[in-house]
């Protein structure tokens, strides 16, 4: 009997609510860090020369602007997002991938301008990966449980927290090493579904964005992929 997948959309965003997810996929794991909060990172014009987040946690980070913003979305917080070289965190996109955004942003042909700003948010806010280096599939397994049962629907409540009308959502989440339908395309299906007026727009993930060329290209859907569920 297939779960509904509202059932815990009450619970779903805290820590107790990730737990009971990952011990049903590893009941062993102990080590969790919490919850990584979306974040406002600033105008887009002002990030290449900083070499981190710290004059954007500095402000109140919780808050955007009211000018449009790019909502850049990626899949999960890894290892970097809780590291404690960073006073500010946990914070989205820290280390090599902050690094790309800060540097290459600008360059994702997009239409900005500048009084663009940015802000960082994760589909499943927790560490999906389980602190594991390299990324394995049960990174995938985690996310895939979390975003039925409850996941999904808490993204779409944040994203239409931050949304407002003139902004830009930039879906840059992977693809997934599990060989299944890609984590990707399931979260573009729920953007659609949140905001459906809003400009969209499909990056590869930040942490490839070795040059202007990759920040800029667009990742296509996989061929003959069902069309994402309104579950």
């Not at 509904?4 to 009941?27: N, R, T």
């Not at 790019?70 to 914070?91: C, G, N, Q, R």
């Not at 339908?181 to 659609?192: C, F, K, M, T, W």
Request: contains cysteine; hydrophobic residues 40%.
């Amino acid at each position: 009997m297939q779960s509904d997948p509202h059932e815990h959309a009450v619970l779903a965003g805290s820590d107790e609510w990730f737990k009971h997810i990952v011990k049903m996929v590893q009941a062993s794991h102990q080590q969790l860090p919490g919850r990584c909060p979306d974040r406002y990172a600033g105008l887009i014009a002002n990030l290449a020369a900083k070499a981190d987040w710290s004059d954007a946690a500095h402000g109140n980070a919780a808050i955007r602007q009211p000018s449009p913003c790019v909502l850049l979305v990626m899949e999960s917080p890894h290892i970097d997002e809780y590291s404690a070289k960073f006073f500010y965190t946990p914070w989205p996109a820290n280390g090599p991938t902050g690094k790309r955004i800060r540097q290459r942003i600008a360059a994702a042909d997009l239409p900005i301008t500048a009084d663009t700003g940015l802000v960082l948010m994760n589909a499943i806010p927790f560490q999906c990966s389980l602190g594991k280096s390299p990324i394995g599939k049960d990174r995938d397994t985690v996310f895939r449980l979390a975003w039925e049962r409850g996941g999904r629907a808490f993204f779409q409540s944040r994203l239409m927290h931050w949304y407002r009308e003139g902004d830009l959502v930039v879906n840059a989440c992977t693809v997934g090493k599990d060989g299944h339908r890609p984590l990707r395309e399931d979260v573009e299906g729920a953007i659609e579904e949140a905001v459906p007026d809003a400009l969209r727009f499909r990056r590869y993930h930040p942490f490839s964005w070795f040059n202007s060329a990759r920040a800029s290209t667009t990742w296509e859907p996989k061929a003959g992929a069902h069309k994402p569920s309104k579950t």
